[in-house]
């Protein structure tokens, strides 16, 4: 028997959610230390909903449902950006927190990530197209990309997580807290 104890290896799944109020893409990913493996992902069709309210209570229940299915421990947004109008705004807003409470409700973590933020962390530029995320999402979960890219966006939030999940984020090149308290002295109250 060997002296030296074989580490664990920690497994978690982190379910990204592209938020959405036609269409909310899921993607749930299984982290084995630094490997990561797709479990599912799809997309929640909400356009058959008339009213804006009943989108919303259908995107807490599916996104409930997903989470008593697969049981994630963390889950990973991508934030609302400013598109077409203030109203489209607030109502991507609505849905991206519904879905939060959901993971909320079931005392899950939450972490949100700029578009900007996903892009860049899966492509390794921020400006990418959908098409071109879900390309590197096919070579680095060895994946079928499917029709609506809304999937394969959540797919990348939730991978976005795993590759930031526990560090700093830092605009400057040092990084830790006091170098963030030194760059950023009007956050200080």
Known sequence: MSKIAKKEVK???ILGIDPGTNVMGYGLVLVRGNKYEP???????????GS?????????????GIIDEFLPDKVALEAPFYGQNVQSMLKLGRAQGVAMAAALAR?????????????Q?????????KEQVAEMLKTLL???VPKLLDATDALAVALCH???DGRLQTRGRS???????????????
């Not at 005392?107 to 996903?118: H, L, M, R």
Request: glycine share 8%; charged share 30%.
């Open 11 to 13: 497994e978690q799944i």
């Open 39 to 49: 479990l599912q992902f799809g997309v929640i069709h909400l356009k058959k909903y």
């Open 52 to 64: 804006h309210e009943l989108k919303l209570k259908k995107i807490f229940e599916r996104v409930t």
């Open 107 to 119: 005392d899950i973590p939450i972490a949100e990530y700029s578009p900007k933020k996903v892009k």
């Open 121 to 129: 962390s899966v492509t390794g530029n921020g400006n990418a197209s």
């Open 142 to 144: 060895q994946i079928d």
């Open 162 to 164: 795993h590759f930031h």
């Open 175 to 189: 990084a830790g807290w006091k170098a963030f308290l030194d760059e950023n002295p009007g956050r200080i109250k």
